[in-house]
C-alpha cells in the first residue's frame, strides 16, 4: 500500500512523519513524504520519495512583520499573520498537493493539512487519517481549548471548541469551498471541522497518556497512541544529523550541561537573549549547549562553558545533559521527556504556553515564557529542575513514555483502517 504523507510546517511537524514514513516502509508499505520544498534534503536523507510543496515557514518567520508577530507573543496576532500568509500561497500548496496524492493509495495529514486532504480524498475517493502531533482539538470539558486557555471549567471548556471552530470555519471556508468547486465537490454549508468530525477516518494523536491522558469524553474516532521518533539508527544515515567530534570532546571533558535550544522558533529577542545567556555564564558555573536552530543571532559570549551549534539530534544530545531549556514545541519537549531530563519551557507563541504549564502542573520542570526572562528568574528556574521532586518525577513519566511504542501503535490504528475501507468512487470532476 502506498501512503501518501502530507506533513506541512515546521522541522516539528515533519520530523515524527519521517519517523512513520520508515516504519511503513519495514511494514512492507512504501510512502512519499509531502512538505515544504525546505525540507528536501532532511527527507531525502533518509532515502524518502518526497514531493515538494510551496512555501518556506523559516523564511516567513523571518521577514521584518515575522519578527514583530514573535516578540508581540499574541496569540490572536500569529494566527492572523499565518493565515495571512498561509492564505497567499494555497492555491499553488493545493495544486502540489493534488499532484502529489495522485498516485498514492492512502493518504495520512496532520492538522494543518487536514481540510485541504478531506476535500482530495472526497474527490479521488480515497481513504485517509490524520495524525495531529500537538495541542488537541477534539472536544473535551476536561481542559480548555489550548489557545483560549484563560478558564478551566467544564462549560467554558466545551465552549472554547465551538468558537476555535466557528472561528476557524470563518476563516478558512470561502477558500476551502473555491477549492471544493476546482474537484467538482459540493460547498460545506455549516462548520468545517464539524463536518470533518462526522466522518469516521481516524483522529489519532501522536501523544503520549503519560504526559496527557486520554479526556474520557472523546469522541471514538480521536485516541493517543503515543509519540512517534526517529529511529536512532536510522538517523545516523542522515548528514544532516552528524555530530561533530569537536562537541563530543567538549561534551565528555565536563560536568553535563545545560541545553538551550528553540527549534523552529526564531529567538524573538536577540539582544534579551543574548544578555541573559551572558550573564548566566557570568553568574553560574553551569556549562550551556546553546542550538540556534531557526535562530540568528549575532554577539554570542566566548566562553569555554558555552558550546554552539547549528542543529543538533536530541536523541543523542538530551541523554548527555542535565536539563534542557526550550520553546515548548512538542516533538523537543517529548525528546526531552523520553531522555528523563527536566525542563524550562520559555514558550514564545502558540500553543507553547499550554504545553509549558502542562510541564509545570505535571512536575517535570518549569514554566517561564521567553517575554518574562531576566538572568535571576531564569536560574531559579534551572534551580527548579534541580529539585529531587522533579527529577524523581521525570524519571518516572520518561521510563512510562519509553516503554510505549507510539510508531507501532500508530501504525496498527492506520493499517486496521485502510486494510478494512473500501475505497469510494471518486467525484466526476
Given amino acids: 500500500m502506498h501512503y501518501g504523507i502530507i506533513a506541512i510546517g515546521s522541522r516539528g511537524d515533519v520530523q515524527p512523519f519521517l519517523g512513520l514514513a520508515l516504519g511503513l516502509l519495514d511494514r512492507g508499505h512504501s510512502a512519499t513524504v509531502m512538505a515544504h520544498e525546505n525540507f528536501k534534503r532532511f527527507v531525502e536523507g533518509y532515502g524518502l520519495g518526497f514531493h515538494p ?15 514583530k508577530v514573535l516578540e ?38 496532520s492538522l494543518l493539512g487536514m481540510i485541504w486532504v478531506d476535500a482530495i480524498a472526497e474527490s479521488s475517493g480515497k481513504p485517509w487519517a490524520t495524525i495531529q502531533l500537538s495541542f488537541p482539538s477534539t472536544r473535551t470539558g476536561e481542559f480548555p481549548f489550548p489557545l483560549l486557555d484563560f478558564f ?50 481516524p483522529n489519532l494523536y501522536a501523544l503520549s497518556p503519560a504526559l496527557l491522558p486520554r479526556p474520557t469524553d472523546w469522541d471514538k474516532r480521536s485516541q493517543l ?43 524573538p529577542d536577540p539582544a534579551r537573549f543574548v544578555h541573559t545567556l551572558t550573564q548566566l555564564l557570568e553568574e553560574t558555573s553551569y556549562r550551556i549547549l546553546f542550538c540556534q536552530g531557526w535562530s540568528r ?14 542543529s543538533g539530534d536530541h536523541d543523542f544530545l538530551f541523554p548527555r545533559c542535565r536539563a534542557a ?35 509545570a502542573r505535571r512536575g517535570l520542570g518549569a514554566f517561564l515564557p521567553f517575554h518574562r526572562w531576566t538572568t535571576e528568574r ?4 534551572i534551580r527548579v529542575t534541580e529539585t529531587p521532586a522533579i527529577q524523581c518525577q521525570v524519571i518516572r513519566i520518561g521510563d512510562q513514555i519509553n516503554r510505549e511504542d507510539g510508531l507501532h501503535q500508530t501504525i496498527a490504528a492506520l493499517e486496521m483502517y485502510f486494510m478494512t475501507t473500501t475505497p469510494k468512487a471518486p467525484a466526476d470532476v
Fill in 53 to 67: 510543496l510551496p512555501g518556506n515557514i523559516e523564511e516567513m518567520l523571518h521577514t521584518d512583520e515575522g519578527r
Fill in 72 to 109: 508581540s507573543g499574541s496569540i490572536i496576532t500569529f494566527m492572523r499573520f499565518v493565515r495571512r500568509n498561509v492564505a497567499a500561497n494555497q492555491t499553488q500548496v493545493n495544486e502540489a498537493l493534488v499532484a502529489g496524492c495522485k498516485n498514492a493509495d492512502v493518504l495520512v495529514t
Fill in 152 to 201: 478551566d471549567f467544564p462549560l467554558y471548556n466545551r465552549f472554547t471548541y465551538r468558537l476555535f471552530e466557528y472561528l476557524y470555519s470563518k476563516d478558512y471556508k470561502k477558500q476551502l469551498n473555491q477549492f471544493r468547486h476546482s474537484l467538482g465537490l459540493p460547498a460545506v454549508q455549516g462548520s468545517i471541522l464539524k463536518k470533518i468530525a462526522a466522518e469516521k477516518s
Fill in 225 to 267: 497512541t503515543g509519540f512517534i521518533y526517529l529511529p536512532a539508527a536510522r538517523r545516523k544515515e542522515n548528514p544532516m544529523d552528524h555530530v561533530p567530534e569537536t562537541l563530543i570532546r567538549w561534551l565528555e571533558a565536563g560536568e553535563k550541561p545545560i541545553y538551550i535550544g528553540f527549534g523552529s522558533i526564531p529567538v
Fill in 297 to 310: 543571532l549575532d554577539g554570542l559570549p566566548e566562553n569555554p562553558r558555552l558550546f554552539t551549534i547549528a
Fill in 325 to 359: 531549556i526550550i520553546h515548548g514545541g512538542i516533538g523537543t519537549l517529548a525528546a526531552g521527556l523520553r531522555a528523563r531530563i527536566p525542563l524550562v519551557i520559555a514558550s514564545i507563541v502558540a500553543d507553547q504556553p499550554w504545553w509549558g504549564k502542562l510541564i
Fill in 378 to 381: 531564569l536560574i531559579a528556574a
